[in-house]
């Protein structure tokens, strides 16, 4: 459709729907260099961990790659922060690194062995224009490279960022559980710290076998309930094996979904997530399809005519998936200096909260977030690509108008 107007040389038509508008902020020039370089440092979308991620220590942000100089005029610490490195490296034990320097541990000092690519002088339209990353806030980066004896990080969106000045996140390995014929509800997940497992002594009584649970391990149950000396017991499908009802985050299949109309009820999709309990279920009508657990706000449920966002509760009630996007930087409601960038995995359901990957970390089950649901990266990605509606292949997100199709309900209860 050439001709454009409001800055547009021409509007596209684009798949499966919509248009684009070619001008200043897009092209249709598969050669465009910011095309190539952009394209060169996209998100890893067949991953849960789209980028790689850290935790800033006051770390700069640089629009360039900076002169020595310029490092000093940001960082009026530099000498002393480089004098610290060296002895880090020669150190390399924890205890001595944080004699040195605490906020050297668990920096990764290493070089990258690579100098640096090309890049270009994108403005705010690809970089935010923050000049630094506050002291407890993340730094998502796509590639690290060396220059003049120091190791820089390009982060997302092409900022340049020295590598120790950010502290990297380990990966969890955490997931939860495809439900089918292999594993059914209901099941037990545990949080926290290992959890005994208990069995019928000599005498007939339970008692604690000495062997336990993993923290974040799970067993099936074969839903019968025991009560023994004021003490409840759920039995697991391990063969004589009990678990205490105090001990486990229990999952159980729901029998009722009224909300669930029209023709199609049987196949419509939605989440069930327990705030208090910290797990989430994924249903096609009443059939559960995916369970695991997940970190609520450190808040746990509202607090009547409060609103969620001042004590960090996750929001109850029926909700939609109305806005899916594969990463996005989320900024605190009550500092807006303290930001995640690059969230994994969002899916909003109620103004500004939201299930998302939290790569940041690994205590699941438990309270931790300022309100959204936090979900594991491989759960996250698990989640978004089965929710409806999908993300055309191509997109970055969308907002889940009717024009595409039928959203997944969420459900949010105590």
């Known amino acids: 459709m050439p001709g454009g107007s409001g800055g547009c040389d021409a509007w596209y038509a684009i798949e499966p ?24 440092d996209a998100a890893d979308l067949t991953s849960p961990w789209p980028h790689q991620y850290g935790e800033s220590i006051w770390a700069p942000r640089y629009a360039r790659i900076p002169t020595a100089a310029e ?59 923050r000049k630094f990353v506050a002291l407890g806030s993340t730094v998502a980066w796509v590639r690290s490279f060396d220059v003049d004896g120091r190791t820089f990080l390009l982060t997302a969106d092409q900022a340049i ?51 336990t649970w993993p923290r974040l391990g799970w067993v099936g149950l074969t839903g019968v309930k025991v009560e023994e000396d004021g003490k409840k017991f759920y039995e697991t499908k391990e063969p004589g094996i009990f678990v205490r009802n105090v001990d486990a985050q229990v999952v159980e299949a729901e029998t009722e979904a009224p909300f669930l109309t029209g023709p199609d009820k049987d196949k419509l999709k939605w989440i069930d997530v327990r705030v208090l309990n910290g797990t989430l279920v994924a249903y096609e009508g009443l059939r559960p399809v995916y369970a695991t657990l997940i970190s609520p706000g450190r808040g746990g449920i509202p607090f009547d005519g409060i609103d969620p966002l001042k004590t960090a509760s996750t929001p109850t009630g029926m909700f939609r998936v109305d806005g899916k996007f594969r990463t996005s930087t989320m900024v605190s409601s009550s500092d807006e200096n303290y ?59 969308l907002r889940a108008l009717k024009e595409f199709g039928v959203s997944t309900k969420v459900r949010i209860r105590r």
Request: charged fraction near 25%; hydrophobic fraction near 35%; glycine fraction near 10%.
């Open 161 to 211: 960022v020295p590598k120790d000045r950010v502290r990297p996140y380990p990966r969890s390995t955490f997931h939860g559980l495809a439900i089918g014929e292999e594993v059914t509800l209901p099941l037990a997940f545990f949080r926290k710290t290992p959890r005994p497992k208990w069995k019928r002594g000599e005498d007939g009584k339970l008692a604690q076998t000495g062997e």
């Open 17 to 40: 729907r919509g248009f684009v508008c070619a001008g200043p902020s897009a092209t249709v020039d598969e050669n465009d260099p910011a095309v190539v370089q952009l394209r060169r």
């Open 71 to 129: 490092q000093r005029d940001t960082e009026w610490y530099l000498d002393k922060h480089k004098e610290n490195i060296a002895r880090a490296r020669e150190a390399k034990d924890p205890a001595a690194i944080e004699a040195i320097d605490k906020d050297l541990v668990g920096v990764d000092l290493s070089p990258a062995g690579e100098g640096p690519p090309q890049l270009l002088p994108f403005g705010p339209l690809v970089r935010e224009e």
């Open 339 to 397: 930001i995640h960038s690059d969230v994994n995995w969002i899916l909003n359901f109620s103004g500004p909260h939201a299930l998302h990957g939290a790569y940041w970390h690994d205590a699941w089950g438990e309270p931790k977030s300022g309100g959204c649901v936090n979900m594991a990266p491989i759960d996250g990605k698990w989640i978004f690509d089965w929710t409806d509606p999908p993300v055309p292949e191509g997109w970055h997100g």
